[in-house]
């Protein structure tokens, strides 16, 4: 027996509204776990306004940037790598280099 076109096209619908029914079920469940694990958090931060603290940028004097880009290039003298000694000094690399380059010229 054949299929007509029209049991096709009920056929795909009904998959594709399978489909989006086992989309809105994801969506639900997903929704309700972030509710979840909201409430959580509130309870654990005490309040439903938490924002974790912002980490502040130590500002370094002129003489401390002169100081640090001495010391790097002295651990780099040693035989250190670059990523090393700027983390052994708590910078990033990329500091290093503005500041070399600024206090260089």
Known sequence: MQTTAHEINTQVLDSHAASISRFMNWAAERIAKEVEDNERLEAEAGTRD???????????????????????????EQGKSLRSAVKELDIHDTM??????????
């Open 96 to 105: 290093y280099y503005q500041w070399k380059r600024k206090l260089n010229k």
């Open 50 to 76: 938490f924002v974790p603290p912002r980490r502040r940028r130590r500002q370094y004097t002129q003489e401390e940037r002169l100081s640090i880009i001495k010391r790097v290039d002295e651990l780099r």
